[in-house]
């Protein structure tokens, strides 16, 4: 597919590429803002400091290398370039030099994730009572729940800080929240970033078999 230039995204031919008049690169020619970066992860970690003692749990999971991505610093100017150049009509980044996209083998290099297990399939039906004051050893308030997602930021007040002496069900329960929280903070984010939904709660109830999904 051919552009008008290095510096221009814009297709000569719109035949294929028929949506560039509602494309994001669209709006380099009229010096707009073309990408406003989502900070939830970092905002997560700036609330969540992970207590050392949960660490074990998070690599159990296999959610590790997603925490250490938030660790990252992002070249954002690239981030754009990429965005400008990402075609929804094929799926694929149009560069100067052709066309190239995203595998499944470069997120779970990039993410440390299994790509291989288990999948994760099928219907619920939440009980949200129970479910929380189970595996989280809390129960939110109704200021807390958003239909059958919680804020992040009251998992974050409730679960954050482990008592000193806390014991080993406490810990996982502190990991349990810590993990759904990366879920919804990075892996299945909303546009605010705010909430999780408790459908992946029940999926953290044995940490092995949680490992063990694609």
Do not use: N
């Amino acid at each position: 597919m051919a552009f008008k230039g290095l510096r221009d995204a814009d297709p000569l031919d719109t035949s294929v590429l028929v949506l560039q008049d509602k494309h994001r690169s669209h709006l380099v020619d009229t010096e707009q803002e073309v990408l406003h970066p989502c900070q939830q992860m970092r905002a997560f970690l700036s609330m969540w400091r992970m207590d050392p003692r949960i660490r074990p749990y998070v690599i159990c999971v296999g959610f590790y290398g997603i925490y250490r991505l938030g660790h990252i610093i992002i070249d954002w100017p690239r981030i754009t370039c990429l965005v400008e150049r990402w075609r929804p009509e094929t799926h694929t980044f149009h560069v100067p030099v052709g066309e190239m996209t995203i595998t499944l083998q470069d997120v779970a290099i990039i993410l440390s994730l299994r790509i291989d297990g288990a999948a994760v399939t099928g219907t619920f039906v939440l009980d949200v009572v129970g479910l929380c004051g189970e595996l989280l050893g809390v129960i939110p308030r109704d200021e807390a729940l958003r239909g059958s997602a919680i804020s992040i930021r009251w998992l974050c007040q409730q679960l954050s800080t482990p008592a000193p002496d806390a014991d080993e069900v406490a810990l996982q329960r502190s990991a349990c929240g810590f993990i759904l929280t990366l879920i919804g903070s990075f892996l299945f984010a909303d546009k605010k970033g705010v909430h999780v939904h408790l459908c992946f709660l029940p999926l953290l109830r044995d940490f092995t078999q949680t490992s063990s999904y694609s």
